[in-house]
């Protein structure tokens, strides 16, 4: 199963653009990337999910190069409410493989 | 919709104790995962079910953990004996099926402190 590396934490200012980069170097042909995030005190929800080039829905865009062994989330005009821990996820098959996220802090 | 729920939201324990933890999955979800996270980590995979059969027990740290799903609703984890390195949230998710693109939606939780 493919590992993913994150920052561990990043600072914002509301308004700003984020980017949050995640490496999966042994990423599978068949392996999805997708992107959960998580508040204190509930389950993580879903945000994006990708297989190659550019994904992008009403909260976020997710970049994936042609090597697929990294891929950037994208947050436009983040708010305070965005303050999270985000979670970079291969998807082999049923089992999501979480790592121990990107804790972003959004400033006003 | 209903989304997926959790009960109890919390539940303290005295060690050696047997806590059950139940999971209520979107109405039509095939798919049932069970999953536990400690304080400040990520979460650890513990079993899957498809329906009522469970093809990846994998993940379960112990025989003390055990877990069942009635047909394609209702499932429980069940944890004998508690030792404090239970302690933790444990974490329900369904899915429609199995697939890489089904969305896994998670509930609430149940926060497990073990005395």
């Known amino acids: 199963l493919a590992k993913t590396t994150q920052p561990i934490s990043m600072d914002s200012y509301e308004g700003q653009e984020v980017n949050i980069t995640c490496s999966h170097n042994n990423i599978a042909t068949n392996d999805y990337i997708t992107w959960y995030q998580q508040f204190p005190s509930q389950g993580p929800r879903f945000i994006i999910q990708?297989?190659?080039t550019k994904v992008t829905n009403e909260v976020a865009s997710l970049f994936i190069p042609a090597d697929r062994k990294s891929s950037t989330l994208s947050l436009p005009r983040v708010s305070l409410s965005d303050t999270a821990v985000y979670y970079c996820?291969?998807?082999?098959?049923?089992?999501?493989?979480f790592g121990s996220g990107t804790r972003l802090l959004v400033r006003p | 919709g209903a989304g997926v729920s959790q009960s109890p939201s919390n539940k303290v324990t005295e060690k050696g104790k047997d806590v059950e933890l139940r999971c209520d999955p979107i109405s039509g979800h095939t798919a049932l995962y069970w999953y536990r996270q400690r304080l400040g980590q990520g979460l650890e995979f513990l079993i899957y079910?498809?329906?009522?059969?469970?093809?990846?027990k994998s993940g379960l740290p112990s025989d003390r953990f055990s877990a069942e799903r009635t047909g394609e609703s209702v499932s429980t984890l069940t944890i004998q004996r508690t030792q404090q390195e239970d302690s933790a949230v444990y974490l329900c998710?369904?899915?429609?099926?199995?697939?890489?693109?089904?969305?896994?939606?998670f509930g609430p939780g149940t926060r497990l402190t073990v005395l």
């Open positions: 079910f498809q329906g009522n059969s469970a093809p990846d």
């Open positions: 998710a369904s899915s429609l099926s199995q697939g890489q693109i089904d969305t896994q939606y």
């Open positions: 996820l291969v998807f082999s098959s049923y089992k999501l493989i």
């Open positions: 990708g297989y190659k």
